[in-house]
């Protein structure tokens, strides 16, 4: 694994499940899986990495809380494809496919415990000033 990434840490009920899911949904690759009883698992898709977490005291998923505190962007070859992948698997889509106006192509998504995800790709170079965005340097 590159050594210059966030590597964001996501909270599951059920790890082997959410392994199972998030291949058949979205595409990713499991890499390894640790623990007893799973406690956990690293997973990639293109050169997006993330680790899988059980829940454990203190901590709990998205949809055991009610809401989401973040969400995650992968950049995708194939945003369409993506898509519709995710979409005929029955994922929930919370934004659909688009082009924004700073330029990506992309949609949003919530798995199976409540994370909100982008899948997107560079549709057109917008400099920020353009969609009204202050740079600051």
């Known amino acids: 694994m590159p050594m210059d990434v966030v590597l964001p840490h996501l909270v599951y009920e059920d790890v082997p499940k959410a392994v199972?899911?998030?291949?058949?949904v979205f595409g990713f690759?499991?890499?390894y899986r640790y623990g007893e009883?799973?406690?956990g698992a690293q997973m990639y898709l293109g050169e997006a990495w993330i680790m899988l977490k059980r829940v454990r005291a203190g901590c709990a998923s998205p949809a055991k809380i009610g809401c989401f505190t973040q969400s995650l962007t992968v950049f995708v070859e194939d945003?369409?494809?993506?898509?519709?992948?995710?979409?005929?698997?029955?994922a929930k889509i919370v934004e659909e496919l688009q082009e924004t106006v700073y330029g990506e192509r992309q949609y949003?998504?919530?798995d199976?415990?409540?994370?909100r995800w982008l899948f997107?790709?560079?549709?057109?170079?917008?400099?920020?000033g353009e969609w009204g965005a202050t740079i600051r340097r």
Do not use: N
């Not at 494809?81 to 029955?90: E, L, N, T, W």
């Not at 199976?112 to 994370?115: A, D, N, R």
């Open 79 to 90: 945003v369409d494809a993506h898509f519709d992948r995710a979409k005929s698997a029955g």
């Open 37 to 39: 009883p799973a406690d």
């Open 112 to 115: 199976l415990e409540g994370h």
């Open 108 to 110: 949003g998504v919530e």
């Open 120 to 128: 997107s790709r560079h549709a057109r170079d917008v400099s920020p």
């Open 20 to 24: 199972d899911w998030l291949t058949k």
């Open 29 to 31: 690759t499991e890499h």
